[in-house]
């Protein structure tokens, strides 16, 4: 299957440069996966207003997360949300990672927006339930890493939530088989996010901060998410 990542920011130019953009980091850890052979990925930087000529070009679509939040006044949003209706009318699979969750919420008739109660930093407990088909697990609880402060606070109309955490209650979502989205950060790992979290001091707080980088030390489950991003995708995949 062929994937469009849509790139909606780029990681903070005050990261170390060792810290690849978050396009990469999801190729990345996709390609560690054994389902990973079954797909290519092409990145477009909606971000930098390069989008799709045509909807059926591609698969699948994965919107990645960003600094931006929905509510920001940048040119590529409510072309990005307008885009995002195309496809899910189109019913071609889409997937979204922290604002891609958010941005997908949005544009499908949801909300999201800044949360009043502070960020969501670090390793995260989810829990999960009522999960689709396509997620194959006994588990009812994983770890996943978290950046965010704007968070989804209503699901469109068909959505039904499958995780949530003591901070953010719609952690991730589906509408049928055709939306898969979720808050957390599979691509993320440890290193890149206390570097990150080094960045967020003055914004979210020491507390917060010193709070998330400790949580670190907790293995996530950043490899089991991305295997049901594939998971979802591959279900739509091409037959004959």
Not at 114 to 142: M, N, Q, Y
Request: glycine share 8%.
């Amino acid at each position: 299957m062929h994937i469009a990542i849509l790139l909606a920011g780029h990681t903070n130019k005050a990261m170390p440069q060792r810290f690849h953009d978050y396009n990469d980091m999801f190729s990345d850890l996709f390609a560690s996966l054994p389902i990973g052979k079954n797909f290519r990925f092409t990145t477009l930087a909606v971000v930098d207003d390069v989008f799709p000529v045509h909807i059926d070009d591609y698969d699948g679509y994965l919107v990645s997360g960003s600094a931006y939040g929905v509510y920001d006044d940048a040119p590529f949003i409510p072309k990005l949300m307008d885009l995002l209706r195309q496809i899910y009318a189109a019913k071609k699979p889409l997937a979204g990672v922290c604002f891609g969750h958010q941005i997908i919420a949005h544009a499908l008739g949801g909300h999201a927006g800044k949360w009043d109660k502070g960020w969501g930093l670090g390793v995260k407990e989810l829990a999960l339930t009522d999960l689709p088909d396509w997620i194959e697990t006994s588990r009812d609880k994983i770890n996943l890493i978290h950046v965010h402060q704007d968070q989804v606070t209503s699901l469109p109309d068909g959505a039904r939530r499958i995780a949530s955490t003591n901070h953010c209650t719609n952690a991730a979502f589906v509408i049928r088989d055709d939306v898969f989205a979720i808050q957390g950060h599979p691509e993320f790992d440890a290193d890149y996010t206390d570097a990150l979290s080094n960045l967020l001091v003055d914004r979210a707080g020491a507390d917060c901060v010193n709070e998330a980088r400790q949580s670190l030390a907790t293995p996530h489950d950043g490899k089991l998410v991305a295997s049901w991003i594939l998971a979802f995708f591959a279900k739509h995949a091409p037959t004959g």
